[in-house]
């Protein structure tokens, strides 16, 4: 169970980190530098525990596809997720995500990439490292700026019982 939970945490991450292209309207230039800064700051909200801060790269309908998990709709259901995986006490060390690609056309962007992340589960001081990839897919909403409208994480490793 423990582990199940860490590789939904790490698929959280990621998505979390991979999260949020856009906080102006333009969609033109360089998206994958784009994607790649609004990651940082995204990742710097998930790492922080900042679960309101996080949820504003969401939209409200948002689908999101964890890794081990079944599929969450809506902006609502994700905080109710995330919160529930805060108090279980996990402890994220570290989240690097790598943008891949990213192309947009029309109010999408769609992002591919990569991602490794450090957590410490409770009970244990040593921390279990997991890698994997993502796609996410934004959207620019009425007041300009892009949110995620669906995102589906994974682990590359298999669950160890």
Not at 20 to 36: R, S
Not at 72 to 98: P, Q, W, Y
Request: proline share 2%; aromatic share 6%; net charge negative.
């Amino acid at each position: 169970m423990r582990k199940t939970l860490g590789i939904l945490m790490l698929g959280l991450l990621v998505i979390l980190q991979s999260g949020c292209i856009n906080q102006g309207g333009n969609m033109k230039g360089d998206l994958k530098t784009l994607v790649d800064e609004i990651g940082r700051q995204s990742e710097e909200a998930f790492l922080a525990g900042d679960v309101d801060k996080l949820l504003e790269y969401y939209c409200d309908d948002v689908v999101s596809m964890p890794n081990f998990h079944e599929m969450v709709k809506g902006k609502d259901n994700l905080r109710h997720m995330l919160e529930a995986i805060k108090l279980t006490g996990m402890k994220f060390e570290s989240l690097d995500s790598i943008t891949l690609e990213a192309h947009g056309s029309g109010n999408l962007v769609y992002e591919i990439g990569t991602f490794s992340q450090s957590v410490i589960m409770p009970g244990s001081d040593k921390p279990q490292k997991s890698e994997g990839k993502y796609l996410t897919v934004w959207r620019k909403e009425s007041d300009g700026k892009l949110r995620i409208a669906v995102e589906i994480y994974n682990s590359n490793e298999m669950p160890v019982k």
